[in-house]
């Protein structure tokens, strides 16, 4: 497409503040189970109200995650404790935030200068094979059900599974898709395989989303897209939300590469500190800090910025127009953000690079929010 010419004179921050922002994928319930507060500003992490507020964002998408190997009776619980303490810390600051699970709910929230937090699942294994637990998370407000994760479970097959035990869905799969149909949650393509993103598109009636999703064809990592995809999800009138994470985001993998040769260099080390908190998921993570920080200064230097994520929304709107692109962070998801983009308060960055790149006003309040608000109001009404 042929852009216009940037005005160096166009207000970003005014543009940014008048536009609903919405992030779709954030893992920050995660953080809050373990006992961070979003309440106050912190330095660590990605994401709290204060910093929410100066970056912006006006809609924001809580993901409940679940892991895939938790065991099956295990799953419900575990989520309904996020939605639990979720709605716990936003019931604790209503004048800041609260809870949507409509369109129109959400530009209410938001006229009233307040964030509307959208409920989301991370994995159908959260489920546990039941339409009856699919039920039960609709009726808590849940809005989204992102299909799988990075191990395939019984009815959806991830995109990194190399040896699939079935196609793409199960018989049972599609039934989940139709019922999310007839229930109006959004269906999350992000980490299904190929084959289930095909079955996905042939089932459903309403517009998919892939909530932190980047294009394979810049970064050809199987959590990508294709272009063959995009312009499915496009025909679909769904949309693809970009993740920020430095390794979706690297031209050619590059993030990877680097990641994975400073990791063989330290192979010995690392095992080791695995092998010394093998049953003790957080301590492992803290003992591995050292490895991580260091790894993030060789990355650094790749030079991954919001233009790198520009690049992305470039792609996808020359190859299907500006309808079908958003943002999914993945913020406290990921351990490697672009330069200048490392928490939510620096969202209004990335209009300053659209309004610098010369996107129209229109385009940009689509491409930041407009586009996810549509999908929300066709598929969950209101
Ligand atoms: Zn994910």
Redesign the pocket.
């Known amino acids: 497409m042929i852009l216009s010419c940037a005005d160096p004179g166009r207000d970003y921050v005014q543009l940014h503040r008048s536009a609903l922002v919405a992030d779709t994928h954030s893992d920050t319930p995660l953080r809050m189970v373990r006992g961070f507060d979003i309440s106050e500003r912190d330095t660590t992490g990605h994401m709290d109200i204060p910093r929410l507020q100066e970056g912006g964002v006006d809609l924001q998408v809580f993901a409940c995650f679940v892991y895939t190997e938790t065991p099956p009776e295990e799953c419900r619980p575990t989520i309904d404790e996020l939605i639990d303490t979720l709605e716990a810390q936003i019931q604790r600051n209503p004048d800041r935030i609260a809870v949507c699970t409509t369109a129109s709910q959400a530009e209410e929230i938001v006229a009233g200068d307040r964030i509307a937090a959208f409920i989301g699942i991370?994995n159908g294994v959260a489920i546990n094979n039941s339409l009856d637990n699919l039920q039960h998370f609709y009726d808590r407000g849940v809005r989204y059900l992102?299909l799988t994760?990075t191990a395939s479970n019984d009815w959806c097959i991830s995109s990194a599974d190399t040896m699939p035990a079935f196609d793409g869905l199960t018989d049972f799969g599609h039934e989940v898709v139709r019922q999310m149909n007839e229930l109006g949650m959004i269906v999350d393509i992000?980490?299904a395989s190929v084959a289930a993103v095909r079955e996905v598109l042939e089932v459903t009636e309403d517009p998919v989303i892939a909530s932190?999703s980047c294009v394979y064809s810049i970064c050809p990592h199987d959590r990508n897209l294709t272009d063959e995809q995009i312009m499915a999800v496009a025909e679909n009138g769904g949309l693809i939300c970009l993740n920020f994470f430095n390794g979706y985001l690297a031209p050619d993998n590059r993030w990877f590469q680097i990641s994975d040769s400073f990791f063989n260099v330290h192979r010995a080390e690392i095992d080791s500190t695995v092998a010394l908190y093998e049953d003790d998921r957080e301590a492992r993570h803290e003992a591995l800090e050292p490895f991580f920080r260091m790894r993030s200064e060789a990355i650094a230097n790749l030079g991954i910025d919001v233009g790198t994520l520009v690049d992305h929304v470039d792609h996808i709107v020359n190859l299907v127009g500006p309808d079908h692109v958003g943002f999914g962070s993945?913020f406290d998801?990921v351990g490697s953000l672009p330069n200048g983009l490392t928490d939510c308060s620096m969202v209004p960055a990335i209009t300053r690079e659209l309004v610098a790149r010369g996107y129209s006003d229109v385009d940009i309040g689509k491409i930041l929010g407009g586009n996810f608000m549509r999908v929300f109001r066709e598929v969950c009404g209101g």
Do not use: A, I, K
């Open positions: 991370e992102t994760h992000s980490h932190h993945d998801g």
